[in-house]
């Protein structure tokens, strides 16, 4: 019997790119008018926010840029004063609202996306523990995740905002208005991580992965980070959309009332609680935009999150 030789196999392997442009949720995206149009809508108004200062007119909070005598332009009008027109209005201190929206989307997206990334580390920290060792530490975590689930998240942000902003120093609570805002909404948001990571830890435990692990000495720090996690990232990872959206309005409720973000730092919330003031003397626009744009972000972020939970989910495969 002659030996074959060995012809190399020319035939290279699919890049990544690739393999995510033919995978199962990239067909269902593309099957999805909703998901691409939320998505269009959702990077759209991110990269406006995070590009601010190249599709800004002015920096409105930049007070050499301001110039009282413009105030209260309506939309797409000349001032009677300076003659200048904005496309959609100014406020009462003469900024260009289409600027302030978007220097305030920035505050708005930072919050949110931090709060969230906080409640994620947290929650499957605590629901790793509490899967994965059971006994009192499970009890405990989920006993405080019970008593934290009879109180309204918004209040419980606003109490953990107050007693945060109560203990810091008065000369730096506008400087850490934003950290501890953060902070906030963080820990008003973790309990559904952490229920969900520790009900799909319990399942994983018992796999025999897990027990192969155990079984040639690995720790059990390292098969919760190593082997358990990367099985449970998808649930979280829909959560974690859908939380997002709900951060922002949370952020923008708390900026509404009063206790969020300062007027130096104005977020869409911020803007809203202006516009508010000058909504019944005839100035809509100052609420009206700054509205429109934080529905059209909430909105679009939040069925993203529900196009990606039905994409994920096997059981409607």
């Known amino acids: 019997m002659t030996d074959q030789p060995l012809v190399p196999d020319t035939k ?149 905002f107050g007693i945060a902003k109560g203990i810091t120093p008065v000369e730096h609570r506008d400087q850490m208005a934003i950290w501890v805002l953060i902070l906030a909404i963080g820990l008003s948001d973790w309990v559904q991580f952490a229920r969900v990571v520790r009900g799909a830890t319990l399942v994983e435990k018992n796999k025999d992965y897990v027990s192969a692990a155990r079984l040639i000495g690995r720790g059990s720090s390292l098969i919760m980070i190593r082997h358990i996690l990367p099985n449970i990232l998808s649930p979280v990872l829909v959560i974690a959309t859908i939380s997002l959206a709900l951060a922002i309005i949370a952020e923008a409720t708390l900026s509404f009332l009063g206790v969020g973000a300062p007027p130096t730092q104005p977020s869409l919330g911020t803007l809203i609680r202006v516009g508010q003031g000058y909504l019944f003397s005839g100035e809509w626009w100052i609420l009206f935009f700054p509205a429109c744009t934080l529905l059209a972000l909430a909105l679009s972020v939040n069925l993203l999150g529900d196009w990606l939970r039905d994409a994920l989910n096997p059981r409607l495969k």
């Not at 005598?69 to 260009?96: C, S």
């Not at 989307?105 to 629901?127: E, K, N, T």
């Open 12 to 160: 290279a392997a699919p890049s990544r790119l690739r393999r995510a442009l033919d995978s199962d949720l990239f067909y269902a995206f593309r099957r999805s008018p909703v998901a691409m149009i939320s998505s269009a809508v959702a990077v759209g108004l991110i990269l406006m926010a995070v590009f601010a200062p190249f599709f800004a007119v002015t920096n409105p909070f930049d007070p050499a840029s301001l110039n009282l005598m413009n105030g209260f332009t309506p939309p797409m009008e000349p001032n009677a004063f300076t003659g200048e027109t904005f496309f959609m209005g100014t406020d009462d201190q003469g900024r260009d609202v289409y600027s302030t929206i978007l220097y305030g989307m920035r505050i708005s997206l930072f919050v949110g996306f931090s709060a969230v990334l906080f409640a994620v580390v947290l929650g499957i920290i605590l629901g790793l523990l509490a899967g994965y060792y059971g006994g009192w530490a499970d009890s405990f975590i989920m006993r405080a995740a019970d008593v934290q689930l009879t109180f309204p998240a918004i209040l419980v942000a606003m109490l953990i």
